[in-house]
């Protein structure tokens, strides 16, 4: 079991029952289910301004100005955790504002204006790192772009991205009725975050062959 592993879900629309919400509660239950240390939480209970210029909004003592309770949501929750969930809603092609204003105010702390940003850079990579999405289109293009960018993040922090799951669904939590069943694979997610077979490879990457293992006598 993961008793130790902390993962933390990040739900980055403003709705509590809309369909982002209903795909985190399955992942919170497939987690919960798996014995995990879980915390949900939603990006606008603790954000309420877009990124400024650091370089005028910075504090004398290098804290960022803005008023709002991000950098607990960030130092108290995202860094502490061993794994990390984001489940948005598909906004024009691309993640909600709520998620995106999440990534570009994680600037203030690991940039090197900040004092400790060597320790908060430390601390923001190598987790494992799973998205969910809500539309309310099929189309399978609708996704692609905002799973570019988190695989890029994850390549900028040496993070592995192991999973993406996507529900289809317009009125309040009308991804229930989604025959794809991304409910299921949302609780998947949830309870297989940290021991889900991750693999990234170069040319030059050793590896045996086989990819799962073999039972005794077969070929």
């Known amino acids: 079991m993961n008793h130790s592993k902390k993962l933390l ?3 980055g629309s403003p709705r509590r029952t809309g369909n982002s919400a209903t795909l985190a509660a399955a ?3 497939g987690a919960e289910a798996a014995e995990m240390q879980v ?3 939603f990006i606008d209970d603790s954000i309420t301004s877009f990124l400024r210029d650091c370089r005028q909004c910075r504090l004398p003592n290098g804290e960022c100005a803005i008023e709002d309770n991000f950098r607990a949501l960030f130092f108290d929750d995202f860094l502490p955790a061993d794994g990390v969930v984001f489940c948005s809603p598909v906004y024009w092609y691309g993640l909600s ?3 995106k204003v999440f990534f570009d105010r ?3 702390y690991y940039a090197a204006s900040y004092p400790d940003s060597a320790q908060v ?3 923001m990579t190598h987790k494992r ?3 969910v999405l809500a539309s309310e ?3 399978p293009g609708a996704s692609l772009g905002i799973v570019h960018q988190i695989q890029e993040y994850c390549r900028y922090t040496h993070s592995e991205f192991v999973g993406v799951v996507h529900g289809v669904g317009n009125s309040r939590s009308e991804v229930l009725r989604d025959p794809s069943a991304p409910i299921v694979a949302a609780e998947q997610l949830g309870r297989e975050i940290f021991n889900r077979k991750y693999s990234d490879f170069r040319i030059d990457t050793e590896r045996s062959g086989r990819v799962w293992p073999q039972d005794d006598g077969q070929s």
Do not use: K, N
């Open 9 to 11: 879900i990040i739900v």
């Open 106 to 108: 994680t600037f203030c």
């Open 97 to 99: 504002a709520q998620t």
């Open 137 to 139: 289109e099929t189309y």
């Open 27 to 29: 992942v919170q239950r």
């Open 129 to 131: 790192i799973g998205l």
């Open 39 to 41: 915390s949900l939480r």
């Open 121 to 123: 850079m430390h601390q």
